[in-house]
Structure formats: C-alpha cells, structure tokens
C-alpha cells in the first residue's frame, strides 16, 4: 500500500519534519494537508500544458483538412504531410471468391499468420472464420534488412502451413502491412518510409509484395498467389463493412495511428477515373511533419520526437500512437521530480531509463479505482517508493496524456468526417467508423473522451463507432476475396 501521510511531506528539511512532530495533531494535519495540496496544485499547473480547448481543436480539424486537400491534388502532394495514399481499393465490390485464404499482418511488434475461410452465412451474407497464429518480431529483426524481415515472415508462414497441414495448397494471399504505401495496384506498391520504431534497410522505395513474393521464393518449400496488400486501417474499414454497409471510414490507434476513408474519384488526382470511390490511406500519422504542430508540441513531444528512429517524422502520431504514450508520461513525470513535487525529488534509475514507463502501465493506472494499490506496485516496481499523494499526481499525468492524445487524436477524425460531408453535400451525414488498436480497445476512458470530442466537432453527423474484432486478418481476406475473383474476371 501507499505510504501514510507523514511520509509524503516534502520534508526538504529535517528541521520542518521535527517541528512538525512537536505540534499537536490537529495542527500537524492541517499543515500536512497543505502541503499536499500544494504538491498536487503545483503539478496540476504544469499539466494544463495539456489542455486543448475547442477552438483548438476546431483550428487543427482545419489545418488537417488543408493537408488532406494538398495532398489529394497533383501539384502540391509531393510537399503535404499528409500523403493521403490511393488503395486501390474501390466502392463498387462485385461479389467474391468464396474459399480458404491466407492472411498476413505486419505492423506492430507481432506479426500473425491467419487462415481465413471465406463463406455465405444462412442468410447469404459473407462471413469469415478465421486461425490465426501470433508471431513476436524482434528488434534486431525490425532493424536489419528487408531480406532479414521478408527471411523471417516467409519462415513463420512456412511454420503455419506444417501446423495445419496445408504446405501442398497454393492458396490466395492478402497482405495486411501497415505502414505507408504509394499503390500501383491492389497488389503492388512500394513502401515510402518505416514508422512505429522499424527501420530494415532496403525496403524503402521498394515494392513490398515484390520483397514477399522472393522470400518465398528463396525458401522453395511452399507457394502463395499474393493477391492484395492492404493497409491497416484498410482492413479494418472492409471487415466492419460487411457488418454495416456505412462503414466508409477506418482508424487505428494503437502503437501508431491513422484513418482511411471513402473519397470521390473524382478529388483523387494521383489515380485516373472520375467515377465512384477510393478508398484513401490518409496517412495522417504524418501532420505536423512539416510544421503544423509547432504551436501545440510540448518540450515532451520534442524529446520523445529526438530520441526516435524517425526524427521529424510522424509527429502526430507521437501525440497520441501507444509506442509514445508511455514515453511521454515517463518524461513528464521526470520533469515532476524535477521540480521536486513528486517521489522525494529522486527519480528512481528505472524512471530515467526511456522506455521503462511502458504503455500499458498508463492504462492500468488510469484504470485504478479510489485505492491506488495498482499504481502503487507499477510504481514500486519502477524502483520508486511512492506516497499516496505521488499515486494521484501519477495518476493526473497519465490522465491529461491521454485525453490530450483522445482529442487531438478527435480533431483528425472530425476533420475526415467533415470533409466527407461536404464531398456528398448532405443535410445530415450517417457514417459508421471502424475502429482497432490497442490503446482505442483497451485504455479505460480514451474511447470516451475521443467520441465525446468527435460528436461536438461534427455537427449535422449522425455517427456509429465500431469496434472491430480481427479486422487486419478478416479484412485482408475480405480484400483478397474480392480482388480474387476480380482477376479471374480480368482475365477470362
Ligand atoms: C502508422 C503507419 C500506418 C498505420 C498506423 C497504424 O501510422 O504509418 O500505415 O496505419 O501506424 O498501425
């Protein structure tokens, strides 16, 4: 348990713990109380940096949408942030194949291997049951070479297929990869940078499916027929899709964040065709990069930016993807000891090692109710010995990170949103948004916070929020059925 009062007096001096000892108790209460509250007064000051108000939030939604325009149009996409990526992917799915599909997905610190069988229900409505096996991707691997990475992904398929027997089928292959792609076509497109803390050397610039399709090739103990690669948001929006039909928007936060959404044809100048609609990987973990954030980026940000594999880049995303939370909280809570309203004014060794605050540690705080006892032990095995009062100004911190990050995070939703109103002139805009990631599903109050943010940002939208289940490996298949059947199309 947290420590009693009189051990979270600041106590700077030994004289002031004495004279206190010496009072009557009533008295050594009352300067006991205030001198906490000072602590917790004093920290709350420093978090109102976090504060976003709503014509804040209204000014980024806007900034957004001018980034979002800029790169949809020809002439100024080369120098937007925010690439807003043609998929390929088109509004007017024709049926699919029906059948076993093998589904990739690559974007985080696991990669997983699925086996999905695509199929009618009694109703005659699609459904897809799904096997799936996680695989854990070291760091070594994330940072080596492509042809480490593509080594190993080949190796863990080939582990999958000799799991369920099924090494002599050549089966269709949908590629869920979840970083930015400049698409050529539904299956082939080169990898414009790494973000979320990979960096093998030789992918960027190159076609991702093409690096796949040698890796298999090298080993020579199993075929595939890749035939979709799609981003994560990507999948995510088709898997809720075929639950709801408006579902035309997807998001992801987790390790990193992103949406895509269904734009006209006709806004999307990188692709010829004026008819129906694309769906755009907007890629808006990217605002920021080239200065749009500066006003709101906090000394936090700029470390947490500094120390990253991608200076400069992907800065939005540092706000609010669950690779930086916890990193941003650790910092915070260094600058707290610092200006000595928390632990003593000691940070422990673990406290000033990056890193060590994981993610999941701000959810299972902000997820303790009234006795702190989690927050306690998180912070007793960061080798910091922590009052009651250190638990609640802990606790603060990692409340306003995150709510910070929820409506930041609630002004690019707005942003889309808005804009796909405006492309569709409607009274009232009825949308259902798919969602997925770590921090989304599992923190307490992000979902929350962000819906409340979302709605007073949209006015004349009526929005649905779903959550989806397995949607990087649902959704690929999903693409892959479609594209699937769409070749054999092509090609009669
Ligand atoms: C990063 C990637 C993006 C992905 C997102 C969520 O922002 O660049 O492609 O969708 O993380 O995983």
């Given at each position: 348990?947290?420590?009693?009062?009189l051990?979270?007096?600041?106590?700077?001096?030994?004289?002031?713990?004495?004279?206190?000892?010496?009072?009557?108790?009533?008295?050594?209460?009352?300067?006991?109380?205030?001198?906490?509250?000072?602590?917790?007064?004093?920290?709350?000051?420093?978090?109102?940096?976090?504060?976003?108000?709503?014509?804040?939030?209204?000014?980024?939604?806007?900034?957004?949408?001018?980034?979002?325009?800029?790169?949809?149009?020809?002439?100024?996409?080369?120098?937007?942030?925010?690439?807003?990526?043609?998929?390929?992917?088109?509004?007017?799915?024709?049926?699919?194949?029906?059948?076993?599909?093998?589904?990739?997905?690559?974007?985080?610190?696991?990669?997983?291997?699925?086996?999905?069988?695509?199929?009618?229900?009694?109703?005659?409505?699609?459904?897809?049951?799904?096997?799936?096996?996680?695989?854990?991707?070291?760091?070594?691997?994330?940072?080596?070479?492509?042809?480490?990475?593509?080594?190993?992904?080949?190796?863990?398929?080939?582990?999958?297929?000799?799991?369920?027997?099924?090494k002599?089928?050549?089966?269709?292959?949908?590629?869920?990869?979840?970083?930015?792609?400049?698409?050529?076509?539904?299956?082939?497109?080169?990898?414009?940078?790494?973000?979320?803390?990979?960096k093998?050397?030789?992918?960027?610039?190159?076609?991702?499916?093409?690096?796949?399709?040698?890796?298999?090739?090298?080993?020579?103990?199993?075929?595939?027929?890749?035939?979709?690669?799609?981003?994560?948001?990507?999948?995510?929006?088709?898997?809720?899709?075929y639950?709801?039909?408006?579902?035309?928007?997807?998001?992801?936060?987790?390790?990193?964040?992103?949406?895509?959404?269904m734009?006209?044809?006709?806004?999307?100048?990188?692709?010829?065709?004026?008819?129906?609609?694309?769906?755009?990987?907007?890629?808006?973990?990217?605002?920021?990069?080239?200065?749009?954030?500066?006003?709101?980026?906090?000394e936090?940000?700029?470390?947490?930016?500094?120390?990253?594999?991608?200076?400069?880049?992907?800065?939005?995303?540092?706000?609010?993807?669950?690779?930086?939370?916890?990193?941003?909280?650790?910092?915070?809570?260094?600058?707290?000891?610092?200006e000595?309203?928390?632990?003593?004014?000691?940070?422990?060794?673990?406290?000033?090692?990056?890193?060590?605050?994981?993610?999941?540690?701000?959810?299972?705080?902000?997820?303790?109710?009234?006795?702190?006892?989690?927050?306690?032990?998180?912070?007793?095995g960061?080798?910091?010995?922590?009052?009651?009062?250190d638990?609640?100004?802990?606790?603060?911190?990692?409340?306003?990170?995150?709510?910070?990050?929820?409506?930041?995070?609630?002004?690019?939703?707005?942003?889309?949103?808005?804009?796909?109103?405006?492309?569709?002139?409607?009274?009232?805009?009825?949308?259902?948004?798919?969602?997925?990631?770590?921090?989304?599903?599992?923190?307490?109050?992000?979902?929350?916070?962000?819906?409340?943010?979302?709605?007073?940002?949209?006015?004349?939208?009526?929005?649905?929020?779903?959550?989806?289940?397995?949607?990087?490996?649902?959704?690929?298949?999903?693409?892959?059925?479609?594209?699937?059947?769409?070749?054999f199309?092509?090609?009669?």
């Amino acid at each position: 348990m947290c420590r009693n009062t009189l051990q979270f007096l600041t106590a700077d001096t030994v004289q002031e713990v004495l004279i206190f000892n010496s009072l009557p108790t009533n008295t050594r209460m009352n300067k006991d109380m205030k001198n906490v509250s000072h602590s917790f007064h004093m920290a709350e000051q420093i978090l109102t940096e976090f504060d976003l108000h709503r014509e804040e939030l209204e000014e980024l939604m806007h900034r957004l949408q001018q980034e979002m325009e800029k790169g949809l149009r020809l002439e100024s996409h080369e120098d937007a942030s925010v690439k807003m990526l043609p998929t390929y992917v088109r509004s007017t799915p024709d049926g699919s194949e029906v059948g076993d599909f093998l589904a990739l997905d690559l974007g985080g610190t696991n990669f997983r291997v699925m086996l999905a069988k695509v199929g009618e229900d009694d109703h005659g409505r699609w459904k897809v049951d799904t096997n799936h096996q996680m695989y854990s991707i070291h760091e070594d691997i994330m940072t080596g070479t492509a042809e480490m990475l593509f080594d190993y992904i080949a190796e863990c398929i080939s582990d999958f297929l000799d799991r369920h027997s099924m090494k002599h089928k050549k089966l269709p292959l949908g590629f869920t990869f979840s970083f930015p792609v400049r698409h050529e076509d539904i299956d082939k497109g080169i990898l414009l940078n790494w973000t979320k803390g990979f960096k093998a050397s030789g992918a960027e610039g190159n076609n991702i499916v093409g690096l796949l399709r040698d890796a298999i090739k090298r080993r020579g103990d199993f075929e595939m027929d890749v035939v979709a690669m799609v981003n994560d948001t990507v999948a995510t929006m088709i898997s809720c899709y075929y639950e709801d039909h408006r579902c035309e928007v997807g998001m992801i936060v987790g390790t990193g964040c992103n949406a895509c959404y269904m734009e006209e044809m006709e806004n999307v100048e990188l692709v010829e065709g004026e008819e129906g609609r694309m769906c755009i990987n907007t890629e808006w973990g990217a605002f920021g990069d080239t200065g749009e954030l500066e006003d709101f980026r906090l000394e936090y940000d700029r470390v947490v930016d500094e120390n990253s594999l991608n200076p400069g880049q992907q800065l939005y995303e540092k706000i609010i993807g669950g690779k930086y939370l916890g990193e941003l909280v650790r910092l915070v809570l260094l600058k707290l000891v610092n200006e000595n309203l928390v632990f003593n004014g000691e940070a422990s060794e673990m406290l000033k090692t990056r890193g060590s605050f994981e993610t999941r540690f701000v959810s299972q705080i902000e997820s303790d109710s009234g006795n702190m006892k989690q927050t306690y032990n998180i912070l007793t095995g960061l080798g910091l010995s922590a009052s009651e009062m250190d638990c609640r100004i802990v606790h603060m911190a990692c409340e306003r990170v995150t709510t910070r990050a929820a409506r930041m995070c609630a002004s690019g939703l707005a942003a889309v949103i808005n804009r796909m109103r405006e492309n569709r002139a409607e009274q009232t805009l009825i949308i259902t948004v798919g969602i997925d990631g770590s921090v989304y599903k599992l923190h307490p109050s992000f979902k929350h916070k962000f819906h409340a943010a979302v709605r007073e940002l949209t006015p004349r939208c009526d929005i649905t929020f779903i959550q989806s289940e397995e949607g990087s490996g649902r959704g690929a298949a999903l693409v892959s059925a479609v594209a699937y059947k769409m070749s054999f199309l092509i090609g009669q």
